[in-house]
């Protein structure tokens, strides 16, 4: 029975020590630069993770904060964390914004230029979806697949970045070997989307639909 209580009051500890761990995460969720860089003066662990598994640098890279990213890496924060649910990366975070010199950070720390969420979908994917080509570019060189597909509808980078019309991406793509003529399980979004010869959408470019705003009726949409 002792044993027992020890060994109750023991993990009990662990939990609660596992829980103060993310207080840095916590802070960097908040955008609270001063305050990660305290905790980090305190050596508390870098990669201490929120319930989800959201780490410090997730939530950097979330808010594009590359001085804080920096500051993460340097103190040797792990550039391939992955959250619990979704697989989710630091990377897959920065490609989403479409931050190239973000991307470039973590690359070039050891983030994986392949990885993937839960579904397959890539960071390349969600970076030609961007609109930035730039962050394309970096990914791809690299050596991020432009041929790969997630795993739902079988979509490529090229069909993210056709279906949102974005034509720079699309270019850049198109210069490092993506397939015009690949079809999802669906619909052949990226032949019906854009002239193959020329690279270019064929409908009028459209801007960006704001964060939580409703899509269009009869709009085709991606589904990461």
């Not at 929120?50 to 040797?76: N, Y």
């Not at 970045?161 to 198109?174: F, G, H, P, Q, T």
């Amino acid at each position: 029975m002792l044993t027992k209580l020890l060994t109750g009051a023991l993990l009990s500890g662990l939990v609660l020590a596992a829980a103060a761990d993310s207080r840095l995460s916590e802070a960097a969720m908040q955008g609270n630069r001063e305050t990660v860089r305290s905790l980090l003066k305190e050596r508390v662990d870098v990669d201490g993770a929120q319930g989800d598994g959201s780490t410090a640098l997730h939530w950097a890279a979330f808010h594009d904060d590359l001085e804080m990213v920096k500051m993460l890496l340097a103190a040797g924060a792990n550039p391939k964390a992955t959250t619990r649910d979704e697989g989710i990366t630091p990377l897959f975070m920065a490609s989403t914004n479409g931050d190239a010199g973000m991307i470039a950070a973590l690359l070039a720390a050891g983030a994986d230029a392949n990885a993937a969420n839960a579904n397959g979908t890539t960071v390349l994917m969600t970076a030609a979806a961007s609109g930035n080509p730039d962050a394309v570019k970096v990914l791809l060189e690299h050596g991020a697949d432009v041929k790969a597909r997630e795993s739902v509808h079988g979509q490529t980078a090229l069909m993210f970045a056709a279906s949102l019309n974005r034509a720079d991406s699309i270019k850049v793509l198109m210069a490092h070997g993506a397939d015009a003529t690949a079809t999802s399980k669906l619909t052949p979004v990226v032949r019906d989307r854009f002239n193959p010869e020329t690279g270019v959408p064929d409908a009028e470019e459209k801007p960006a639909a704001k964060p939580g705003a409703k899509p269009e009726e009869k709009t085709e949409q991606i589904t990461a």
